[in-house]
């Protein structure tokens, strides 16, 4: 971390403190502002208005009959008490907790595997491994639903070539392994890029020093390289943690294939999204929306925490 | 550096999520233009505003409309149209709804169906068109329709189409394996164990659960889950048409004979061209999307009157339709109503006829070139014959809710279960019942069992 350490306070002599401490602040703002004030605008325009007017929404209540009126927190409790809502928040959770080790373990492998260099055509797997990344969520969802199909789709194939009977992917007992299935091969190659770049600036003496003690790879790996990547594991542990809290893209263009497995409140997002724009409940959807916010950051943080604690 | 990385992540996460929410947000505005009482304009202040002139936003997806607008624009060469498609269906009134909560951008006419017309009709977000003299034009339209654009004394819309349900059926697959096309809906329990035996690839149709054929079978039957009286709700999934509805369908279910392909998918379409799905229940715009969905099976199917919940009945009942709407917020509503009333009432029906769809004029219902023209597609068929006679048939006292979209939306939350679980249908419908009733109470109505 760098820090802009202050210039040393020697400039002026004793007499005329008042007139400076009046003066430079004003030609500081001044000059700071004209910088900074095009990003301030922006940023208040696009961040911090819409969270005030979310905060603002969440206050009130639009009824079909009755119209619009101040309800306090009512939103809130009703949140709280919604078994819609805690149903959706398990799901993420337990998809959060199966789905991002397993990617993240994956993609940790394929780039200790890179960066052992002994990998041959390593820039090949290297672009192939990060291609799907570059696929959209949406075409990603589509192409995989055609694949999940048990009639035409390459489980209906592979029944009727094998002559066998593969359980329903679109199933509801499924589903999720199939979202999760599909997240997978979207961010493997994203994450694997971190750990690969975060493994490429290990400095090489480090290395020569193993060799001369007489480590083993495993050794390497586990003294050296693991170490020295774990911010990068907890950077991505934090940007999987967000993914999955906000697991939308998949479920939402499943559903048109698989009705009945992906209801409208599968994720908390799919949930605040149903609220709105099928129920014109946007009071309530702000709500979920703000609480699902709250939550999200709580557990980043907490993952940030333990990423630290560890190191020290 | 995770220290500094890190933080950022957390506030770009929180941010981009309040972000997205203040998006959907943005169409949170209230709605304070209840209970106006409809403008008193004469045919006189629509014909000055023809000749006047204008421009006109048009929101509908109903594809023969275009040549109606073009028509329209001949005409009266003052006026200006701009057709523009903003979705289908519940993406349309998704937008409609974002715009007239944000109070720009509205259009001056918009296509709305019937299931959805009472809930705009309700927040008087569509003009009431009886001021306009709409009050007229009850002889005009055939009573399904006609009953389909009224609420709260008012008339909401113009029927454009409307869908007097029909069973098409796949020729090709009941003469192979020498079935009779069912005329009461035990028999079509009975056809779809015959057909599936015969060949497991078979299925007499598809169906994932689908809010708008479940309740045009209740209908159908019979059954009056909603009652509507004003703010005052009932729902009910436990009277006899539903009951009788929830029993038939749930032998389909427990036998698998309900091939579990979504409606509008491309299995969907292969299914219909391939004879995989036999039969399909549904209204009488289906054969347009025969002629251009399904090409390959062109002079195989054929259309029949639908099953039967008592022998020797005729009862029929409405899937589908839409009427054309005057939004509130519209200026422009005498030359709205100008063209409302070309395209529904005056010549824009025998283009849209020419242009496949099914009308919901008494006259042109009752035409004889409307009933004897010959589908191409199913084999020369004088289909508009069994469609025509349906539309007389549409049993009488069904109502939507004033909230059916969002009903319908959640219809796979809790019917859908019984397509996929050992969850009953009974059940299903009990669980949707709750949870309309649910969402009614919050949003001020009364709602009751």
Redesign the interface.
């Known amino acids: 971390m760098t820090t802009a350490s202050p210039p040393p306070a020697v400039l002026g002599t004793q007499p005329k403190p008042a007139k400076r401490a009046q003066k430079r602040p004003q030609k500081r703002s001044w000059s700071g502002w004209l910088f900074i004030g095009p990003f301030m605008a922006v940023f208040a325009l696009v961040f911090l208005a819409p969270i005030a007017y979310s905060i603002f929404l969440s206050f009130f209540r639009n009824q079909l009959v009755g119209g619009n009126g101040f309800v306090g927190l009512a939103n809130y409790s009703q949140a709280l008490q919604d078994p819609q809502f805690w149903s959706s928040l398990l799901r993420v959770t337990l998809f959060l907790a199966v789905q991002v080790p397993v990617m993240l373990l994956i993609a940790l492998l394929v780039a200790l595997a890179l960066d052992s260099g002994r990998l041959y055509g390593k820039s090949f797997f290297r672009i192939s491994i990060f291609l799907p990344y570059a696929v959209p969520a949406v075409v990603a969802s589509l192409m995989w639903g055609f694949m999940y199909g048990t009639r035409f789709g390459l489980v209906g194939n592979i029944n009727s070539a094998l002559g066998i009977s593969l359980p329903n992917p679109l199933s509801p007992e499924l589903i999720l392994a199939s979202i999760g299935n599909i997240v997978t091969w979207e961010f493997i190659g994203y994450n694997m890029l971190i750990f690969y770049s975060a493994l490429r600036v290990i400095p090489k003496s480090l290395y020569e020093a193993a060799e001369i003690d007489g480590a083993s790879q495993f050794r390497l790996v586990t003294a050296i390289k693991l170490p020295a990547i774990r911010g990068a594991l907890v950077v991505a542990g934090i940007f999987s943690v967000i993914g999955s809290f906000q697991l939308f893209n998949e479920p939402a263009i499943l559903q048109s294939l698989a009705p009945n497995s992906i209801s409208t409140f599968f994720t908390p997002n799919l949930y605040a999204y149903s609220l709105s724009f099928s129920g014109q409940q946007y009071n309530y959807s702000a709500t979920v929306a703000i609480i699902m916010g709250v939550i999200t950051m709580v557990i980043a943080y907490a993952v940030q925490l333990r990423g630290m604690r560890k190191e020290s | 550096?995770?220290?500094?990385?890190?933080p950022a992540?957390?506030r770009g996460?929180?941010?981009a999520?309040?972000?997205?929410?203040?998006?959907?947000?943005c169409?949170?505005g209230?709605?304070?233009a209840?209970g106006a009482a409809p403008a008193e304009v004469s045919a006189d202040d629509v014909q000055a505003a023809l000749d006047k002139g204008g421009d006109l936003t048009v929101w509908a997806w109903e594809p023969t409309l275009e040549k109606v607008v073009e028509d329209f624009e001949a005409e009266h060469p003052n006026v200006n149209i701009d057709l523009v498609n903003a979705g289908t269906g519940?993406d349309q009134y998704?937008a409609l709804?974002n715009a007239i909560a944000a109070g720009s951008g509205v259009p001056d006419v918009a296509q709305v169906e019937y299931y959805a017309l009472p809930?705009f009709a309700?927040?008087e977000s569509v003009q009431d068109l009886s001021g306009y003299g709409a009050g007229d034009l009850q002889d005009t339209f055939s009573p399904g329709p006609w009953s389909s654009v009224q609420a709260n004394e008012g008339i909401y819309g113009l029927p454009m189409d409307s869908g007097p349900m029909a069973l098409f059926y796949n020729t090709e697959v009941f003469e192979k394996y020498g079935v009779e096309v069912p005329t009461t809906w035990e028999e079509y329990v009975e056809a779809a164990r015959t057909l599936h035996e015969a060949d497991p690839n078979v299925y007499i149709a598809n169906d994932?659960?689908d809010a708008g054929f479940a309740t045009s079978l209740i209908w159908q039957a019979g059954g009056q889950p909603y009652t509507v009286d004003g703010?005052d709700v009932k729902v009910n999934f436990s009277d006899e048409g539903s009951t009788r509805f929830a029993e038939t369908w749930q032998q389909l279910l427990d036998e698998d004979l309900l091939?579990p392909?979504?409606s509008w998918?491309?299995?969907w379409y292969?299914g219909l061209g391939t004879g995989t799905i036999a039969t399909l229940a549904t209204g009488a715009w289906m054969p347009g999307n025969f002629t251009s969905g399904v090409p390959a099976a062109a002079g195989k199917w054929r259309a029949a009157p639908l099953p039967q919940w008592e022998e020797g009945g005729t009862a029929s009942a409405e899937n589908g339709g839409s009427s054309l709407t005057i939004p509130a917020a519209s200026e422009q509503g005498a030359l709205a109503y100008a063209f409302l009333d070309y395209a529904n009432v005056g010549d824009g029906v025998q283009t849209r006829i020419d242009g496949g769809a099914f009308p919901a004029t008494s006259a042109a219902l009752e035409s004889e070139e409307f009933l004897n023209s010959e589908f191409e597609y199913f084999g020369g068929q004088k289909a508009n014959e069994i469609f025509a006679e349906s539309a007389q048939n549409v049993s009488e006292g069904w109502s939507y809710l004033?909230?059916q979209?969002?009903a319908n939306?959640?219809f796979?939350?809790t019917v859908?279960?019984a397509?996929?679980?050992d969850t009953p249908l009974k059940d299903g419908l009990k669980s949707w019942q709750d949870a309309s009733i649910k969402?009614g109470t919050?949003?001020?109505?009364t709602v009751s069992e």
């Open positions: 550096m995770k220290s500094k990385i890190s992540v957390l996460s929180a941010l999520l309040a972000a997205a929410l203040a998006l959907t947000a169409g949170g209230g709605n304070d209840g519940n998704t709804q809930q309700l927040a994932t659960g703010t091939a392909i979504s998918s491309d299995e292969q004033p909230f979209v969002y939306s959640i796979n939350d859908g279960q397509y996929v679980s969402y919050e949003q001020g109505f």
